[in-house]
Structures are given as C-alpha cells and as structure tokens.
C-alpha cells in the first residue's frame, strides 16, 4: 500500500517537475497557450484539481480554468517551499478553492500540494509550478490492494497516517482526522514491522506497519501505513495448525509404541529395509518401498510415505506456480513490475559482464483512455490483452516485456551493438505495430503509442532511475504530438 502511493505520488511529482523544465524554456508564450497546457496535462491527469503557474513576485498568470488567476499565493508554503527547492505538501482540506472546485461527495475536498521552481537557464528565480493533487485516488489505491484480501471474515482494516502528527488521514470514517492513541503508531515512525497490541476499543490486534523512505525518488511525505486485523482471526489458522500437530503427534506416538510392544521383531526388518530406501532417496535415487512385508501396519507406512513424498512433490510444483502467479499481471499474462526489477537486475550485471547497453523502452496508449471510457473496461481489458499479443510479436531475441500499470509497458533488451538508428527503427516498429486498427466485441478501437528511451548505462545504473528518465522522455513525445520515440540523452543535452 505504501509502495503504491509513493509510486503514484511519485508519477505525478514527475509530470509536474518534467513539465516546470519544459516551461522555463517556453517564457515568452502567451497566457492562453500556457493555459491551453496546463488544461491539457490535467486532461491527461484528472488527479490533478488545479495547476497554475506564477511569476516570481507569486502571482498566478496562467491556471486551469483560469481558477485563482491574478491572485497573490506569495505568503503560501505552496510557493515559498518552492522558491527553495521542490516541494511535496501534507494531505489538507481545500482554502481557497473550496468554493471554485465542485465537490460531488459529503466530505470536505482534500488535495496534496506539488510544487517546482521555474529556474531560468541564467540561475534565475522565474516563478512556481504548482498542482493540487486530489486526495481521493488514495482511496481508490486502497480499494485496488485490499479488494483481493478483503473478504468479509479477514476483517482488514487500512489507516494511512499523516507524517509527524500522525492523524490519520485514510482510513474507517470514525478515524478519519484524529491520532491513533497505540504503540505501533509511535513504533512505525520511519520503521516497518508488527506488533500485537489492544486497541481503544478494548479489542487486541495484529497490527502491521510500514514508513520511511522507499524506492521512488521524490520529496516524499513519509506517510506510514497501518494495517490492523482482529487477533482471533490472524492466528487462527496457526492455532488450528498446532492442535492438528499435537493430536498427530500424540496419536502417533501411541500408536507406534504399541505397535513395536506387539510386533518389535517382526518389524525390525522391513522398518531396516524402509530406512535404507530412505537413505537412497535423500541420495536422489527413485522411492521404492517395500509392500508386502507381512505386517499390515509395515505395509500402510510404506503407502503413507510414497503418498506423503508424492504430496511433497505436488506442494512444491505449487508453490513454483503460485510464485509464477505473484510476478504475472493477472490481465494481460505479462510480467508485473516484481518480474521487471528481477529481469532488469538479471540484465544489467549480463551487460556489464559483456560490455554491453541496455535500452529500456517506456510506453504509454495514446487515446486508449477515450477508447476505455466509451466502450467500457471490459471492452479496454480486451483492447489492453490485444496489445500484449502484438507486443509479444514483436519483441527481439533476449527481451523483455512487463506491464507495469494502466497503459504502460516497459521494454528491456541487450542493444549488442546496435546504434541509435537500429534501437529507433524497433521503436518505430513497435508505434506501427500498435497503430493498426484493434477489433474487439464492442468495437473496433484505433490507438497510438508514444515512446520515451533510457539508455543503461549511458543515461544511469539505477534502474528507478533509468525508468524516471525514460517515463521523461515519454512525456516529451506525448508533448510533441504523440505516436513518436524520443531519447532522454536529447532532451537531457537539449
């Protein structure tokens, strides 16, 4: 959950940073065209319930909807963290657009303020960049984490606490606004782990939470969440466990010792015979028990054991395939975003052992949200699995593809000598590929692909890195018209 919100915070810190970069070199536009991006970027970003630019007194110029237009935000941290440095604001309720923005729900407007200074190529202070970032798709990443966990007897309960007062500020309705008053809320601080406690209700909890930093470069909040479950039905299943094994334990042990009272030396021979079959499986040689023995029980253990080993067996290629299963976007068969930091790891050190470049591809639909939004999500499932199929097709020898959310792909693959030209005419392929006509049963949808490039280890040798540059210049090409490839190393050295 944690991991979530950073990365969509992190996503839309990006857009605002990639797009303070792209204004400092556009000054001398007008206030319409300024207008007419910013209203194009929230467009593309509907979490975004405002974005304005200012000049260097504070006051906005240009805004979506022309909202706070002329109004002085020089005395707002909104501006005055950003004349420092870039700046990532608590969760709070709306101020000044409280009365501007409408507010279809019955609770009050939260937003999440994001903004970056204006630098001129010169060193000098220009003016802010600056977003309110809605609250409410916290909440919708809440639902998507907890809806596989959820059912109704887990009883899973999600708080999301607000950095160094700890208010909750996502979470059940009766805590919304107000401290959690238990140890692992001052526990979590910076740190991940889990305890047992009681809680104010006078109900004991498993509680688990995790806080600090993560993987996403970005000015983060350093939220933590909490995740709490009823004690009775956390150990459940590990109570039930440990009675199974006492009374299995117990009733073997009775049932042995009565049997080596009765028949010790009857057994001896076929138990040597079993322990000696035994040995040879451990040394890898095929489980071959002797059957018939004489004594019925000698026989029954021999089944049991072949039957236990044959259960292991089947336990094993279970786990082989729920671990396939956990690395696998359950839509499209792809690998996720767990299989992407494996693979990319993999890739990295085989490229550095060979002396060789890793291209990293970012690609993002263009008009697949108009197409999802009109023909329906089952409709955008079927259009977003088409696009895998193709992908597929169309990937070189050693690549790799993972769906890392929505309508974005990213692409690895060993360059082996290839040249910038090579690596663009894939891309250009690829943009082909996926610009042809794609029929489904509601309908028949015409998308685009933009491309964004990092190249390892030209650019960077961090992957997080590498896919934030690459993600940069996938916005460059979506600015330039969309359905175009475009290299971080340009827009880096432009």
């Given amino acids: 959950m944690k991991d979530r919100l950073d990365q969509y915070m992190w996503g839309r810190y990006s857009e605002i940073k990639t797009f303070g970069e792209i204004e400092e070199l556009e000054l001398a536009v007008s206030t319409d065209q300024k207008r007419a991006k910013l209203e194009m970027l929230q467009e593309q970003v509907p979490a975004f319930s405002w974005i304005g630019i200012t000049d260097a007194s504070g006051l906005v110029t240009a805004s979506t ?35 501007l923005l409408s507010n279809p729900g019955s609770r009050e407007l939260e937003f999440v303020d994001i903004s970056v200074p204006i630098i001129h190529s010169d060193g000098s202070f220009v003016g802010v960049v600056a977003a309110h970032l809605s609250w409410e798709w916290a909440e919708e990443v809440m639902q998507y984490v907890l809806r596989p966990l959820n059912r109704q007897e887990n009883e899973l309960e999600v708080f999301v606490l607000s950095p160094g007062t700890q208010r909750v500020i996502l979470g059940p309705e009766a805590f919304l606004g107000k401290q959690l008053p238990i140890d692992s809320a001052s526990l979590s601080s910076g740190k991940t782990g889990w305890v047992l406690e009681q809680w104010p209700d006078g109900e004991s909890y498993l509680t688990g939470f995790a806080g600090g930093r993560t993987n996403w470069d970005y000015p983060e909040l350093r939220w933590t969440v909490l995740v709490r479950q009823p004690e009775e039905i956390a150990f459940a299943a590990a109570r039930d466990l440990s009675r199974i094994i006492m009374l299995s334990g117990l009733a073997s042990a009775v049932l042995f010792a009565f049997a080596g009272w009765l028949v010790a030396g009857r057994i001896s021979r076929p138990l040597n015979e079993i322990s000696r079959k035994a040995k040879a499986f451990r040394q890898g040689e095929k489980l071959t028990l002797p059957k018939n023995t004489g004594v019925r029980e000698i026989e029954d253990l021999s089944n049991s054991l072949e039957s236990l080993v044959m259960t292991l067996g089947t336990t094993e290629s279970d786990l082989v395939r729920m671990q396939d299963l956990a690395q696998r976007d359950p839509l499209t068969g792809l690998p996720n975003r767990i299989a992407l930091e494996e693979a990319a790891d993999r890739m990295m050190k085989k490229a550095n052992a060979a002396e060789e470049k890793l291209a990293f591809f970012y690609l993002d639909l263009d008009g697949f949200k108009k197409a999802n939004d009109s023909l329906g999500h089952l409709a955008g499932d079927h259009v977003l699995q088409k696009v895998a199929e193709r992908l597929m097709a169309e990937l070189p020898e050693e690549a790799f593809i993972s769906r890392i959310g ?29 610009s042809k006509p794609i029929t489904v049963e509601a309908g028949r949808v015409q998308l ?25 210049a996938l916005y460059v090409s979506k600015e330039n018209g969309k359905s175009q490839t475009t290299f971080y190393r340009d827009i880096a050295s432009g």
Avoid: W
């Fill in 65 to 99: 909807d022309e909202l706070l237009e002329g109004m002085d935000l020089s005395e707002r941290p909104i501006y005055t963290q950003a004349r420092k440095t870039d700046f990532v604001g608590d969760v709070h309720e709306a101020l000044l657009l409280a009365e």
């Fill in 406 to 434: 929505g309508d974005e792909f990213v692409l690895l693959f060993p360059c082996k000598g290839m040249g910038e030209l090579s690596t663009k005419q894939l891309a250009q392929r690829l943009i082909d590929r996926l």
């Fill in 448 to 472: 685009g692909c933009s491309i964004g490039i990092a190249i390892y280890p030209d650019n960077a040798e961090n992957l997080y890195t590498l896919l934030s540059y690459a993600d940069a």
